[in-house]
Every structure is written in structure tokens, then in C-alpha cells.
């Protein structure tokens, strides 16, 4: 399974990014997905993740409320909308699948990483 990932960008504080992640390879349509991210000097942590049917998500505190998930499973992909963003939620993004097809919240939990995708948010 291949993730590819994009959208990533410079924006200012507030303003919104979308991210969307292409998935090829798999069968897209049932696993669960998910998107991490990384700041420079600190670990990767959890941001969202949908299960295979889009009937689940869930959110990292952090981004409740501003960040929002979705997946088209006719197209492969997922997208990542951002709203209301902070100087804070600058870090690569990373796309990520799961076999396992429902909402997982652990690195270890997933068995596919795409390439990440670098948003900047400016103060």
C-alpha cells in the first residue's frame, strides 16, 4: 500500500489548510485511517483517525472542534481539513492505514505510512 500525501503548506495563524492522502495498492475501502504528526524535536503524536466506513472518528484533543476528517472510499482517498490553525500545529503530517479497519489512536497500530507533508503555521 502506497500514501500520498499533500496539501501541506505555509498559512497564517487562523487561516485553514486541507490535506489529502491518495492511497494505491490496498484495498482502500476497509482499512482504518489515520494522521499523526511530528514537530521539530518532539515525537510523533496522534491528530484523527476514521474507521474503514467513515461511521467513526475520533480527535486528539488538541484539534477538536478546528480539525475535521473524512474519506472517499470511491476515490482512495482521505482528507484532513484544518480550520483555526495555531502557531502549535505546525509539524509534518503524516497519512497512515491500518488493516485493522477501525479507529485506532497508536502509531503501533498501523501498518502503513505515507511520506508526510510539511505544514507551517505562522504567528
Known amino acids: 500500500v502506497q500514501l500520498q500525501a499533500s496539501g501541506g503548506g505555509l498559512v497564517q495563524a487562523g487561516g485553514s489548510l486541507r490535506l489529502s492522502c491518495a492511497a494505491s495498492?490496498?484495498?482502500?475501502?476497509?482499512?482504518?485511517m489515520g494522521w499523526f504528526r511530528q514537530a521539530p524535536g518532539k515525537e510523533r503524536e496522534f491528530v484523527t483517525a476514521?474507521?474503514?466506513?467513515?461511521?467513526?472518528?475520533y480527535y486528539a484533543d488538541s484539534v477538536k472542534g478546528r480539525f475535521s476528517i473524512s474519506r472517499d472510499n470511491a476515490k482512495n482517498t482521505v482528507c484532513l481539513q484544518m480550520n483555526s490553525l495555531k502557531p502549535e500545529d505546525t509539524a509534518v503530517y503524516y497519512c497512515?492505514?491500518?488493516?485493522?479497519?477501525?479507529?485506532?489512536?497508536?502509531?503501533?497500530?498501523?501498518?502503513?505510512w505515507g511520506q508526510g507533508t510539511l505544514v507551517t503555521v505562522s504567528s
Open positions: 497512515t492505514a491500518a488493516d485493522r479497519g477501525l479507529v485506532q489512536i497508536y502509531p503501533k497500530e498501523y501498518d502503513y
Open positions: 495498492g490496498g484495498t482502500f475501502s476497509t482499512y482504518g
Open positions: 476514521i474507521s474503514w466506513s467513515g461511521g467513526s472518528k
